[in-house]
């Protein structure tokens, strides 16, 4: 399952990492409203080791992405994961 991530990632040129990989799989696979304090603490879970700061990176760097790309119309309405 870590490949269909790492392509989405790959294909919007954002480096690709274990724990990048599981917070894109956990929003992917979670279709609450998430906050990072959420997504923290369920991929907690499966990686003990993982930070706040690195759920809290991760969460803003893919929402400016996905904000940047909506503006400027390169996404269409499925692509938000």
């Known amino acids: 399952m870590g490949d269909k991530y790492s392509e989405i990632l790959k294909n919007r040129n954002v480096k690709s990492s ?4 599981k917070i894109l799989e956990y929003l992917d696979t979670n279709p609450c409203h998430p906050y990072a304090d959420k997504i923290y ?3 907690q879970k499966t990686i003990p080791t993982i ?3 690195t759920v ?3 969460f803003k760097a893919y929402m400016i992405l996905i ?3 909506a503006e400027l ?3 269409s309405s499925e692509d938000f994961i």
């Open 41 to 43: 603490y369920e991929i």
């Open 56 to 58: 809290y990176s991760t």
């Open 67 to 69: 904000l940047i790309l």
């Open 18 to 21: 274990y724990q990048r990989i």
């Open 73 to 75: 119309n390169m996404m």
């Open 51 to 53: 930070s706040k700061s």
